[in-house]
């Protein structure tokens, strides 16, 4: 097998300000595992809360790729799954390109080869088996911290291509400025279910003052209301709290999820922090039936980077799958999102395709 690797610059439509900081733009980094004719693909993202600048996830994803040379067939690589000590961006993005292969190799969608359980069922014609339906999830869409005029503004635009739910950013300085943001999206588009996302902004103290008066606004549910970094301090919050709350930053890894299964009503799993879809069906599992649900999220990605994800859409209570739509140009197609709806497809692989190219260098 062959890998190569490809950088580049994926601008935002707008900068995102969130509690602890604004951006504007990441590079990506394109993994791509060549195997007799076919190819499969894989994304990293940088990420300065993670740690992750372009020459680190240059450097591991190289070094992924000389590994892989020791395999015959990117199906025992995908059976071994060698992690290592690289970062989980890394071991995602590689296992993506070599699911996307697999799928290439066995004109399967990516969904299938992961065999996820919950898949829902396709209608069928009396006396013919059913087969399982491509995941799909209505998604939420992302609104920064922004006056509530433009907030408002976004909502409604939002509302009328179809979106029903919305998730605005929170942790101004002033926390009036956040709750009249919400009042002004809930006012704008009335339908649309509202979570909230703090970015670990708030003390427990200001939690507690805070939460009752987005339950007063219908708010569905808060990810990370506390700073990371004390997962009981946030467990301690949710027996108290009058809404659902999600665990985000304090829920990286499989340990740090199985600490809090049953205790915070919800975890939002992103695989570029987990470690990719298999380590995410793995906590899927751990999870059911604790009282804790599940949430996919995303980093700002493009349709590559979140495609792995929406695979397994169907399983998650609430998606947060909109990286590629706050994207000024997305490089990539194929599981859509405007509407309001993310869509795995049923075509082999990943089912994404390329819209252009950048820059290439061989690994």
């Excluded at 697999?102 to 004109?107: A, D, I, T, Y």
């Excluded at 169907?314 to 799958?321: E, Q």
């Amino acid at each position: 097998m062959k890998a190569t690797l490809r950088t580049v610059r994926l601008a935002l439509a707008e900068p995102l300000r969130i509690s602890r900081s604004t951006m504007t733009a990441r590079d990506a980094v394109w993994f791509t595992v060549e195997h007799k004719g076919l190819t499969g693909h894989g994304e990293a993202v940088t990420s300065v809360y993670y740690g992750l600048n372009t020459a680190e996830l240059e450097r591991q994803l190289y070094e992924a790729g000389l590994d892989l040379g020791r395999f015959g067939d990117p199906e025992s690589a995908l059976r071994e799954r060698p992690a290592g000590d690289r970062p989980p961006a890394v071991t995602a993005a590689v296992e993506a390109a070599l699911l996307d292969l697999c799928g290439k190799r066995s004109g399967l969608p990516v969904h299938r080869l992961l065999d996820a359980k919950s898949a829902r069922t396709a209608p069928s014609t009396p006396g013919t088996p059913s087969a399982p339906s491509a995941p799909s999830a209505r998604t939420a869409r992302t609104i920064g911290i922004v006056p509530a005029q433009r907030a408002a503004a976004q909502a409604r635009s939002l509302a009328d291509s179809g979106f029903t739910v919305i998730k605005v950013k929170a942790g101004a300085p002033a926390p009036e400025d956040d709750l009249d943001r919400v009042r002004a999206i809930a006012s704008a588009a009335p339908r649309a279910r509202l979570l909230l996302d703090p970015n670990g902004a708030w003390t427990s103290a200001e939690a507690l003052q805070l939460l009752p008066r987005y339950a007063e606004l219908d708010v569905e549910a808060v990810e990370q209301p506390v700073a990371p970094g004390d997962p009981e301090a946030l467990a301690r919050l949710a027996e108290r709290s009058p809404l659902p709350l999600i665990a985000d930053e304090d829920a990286v890894t499989y340990e740090d999820v199985r600490r809090l299964a049953g205790r915070v009503h919800g975890v939002n799993v992103k695989l570029a922090k987990c470690g990719g879809p298999y380590e995410a069906l793995r906590i899927a599992e751990l999870i059911e039936g604790s009282g804790t649900e599940l949430m996919l999220g995303c980093l700002t990605a493009s349709t590559l980077g979140l495609a792995p994800a929406v695979h397994l859409a169907d399983r998650a209570r609430w998606a947060d799958l909109d990286g590629h739509l706050l994207l000024a140009d997305d490089p990539w197609t194929g599981i859509g999102g405007a509407d309001g709806v993310v869509r795995a497809s049923e075509l082999p692989g990943l089912g994404v395709r390329e819209r252009r190219v950048g820059r290439e260098d061989a690994a």
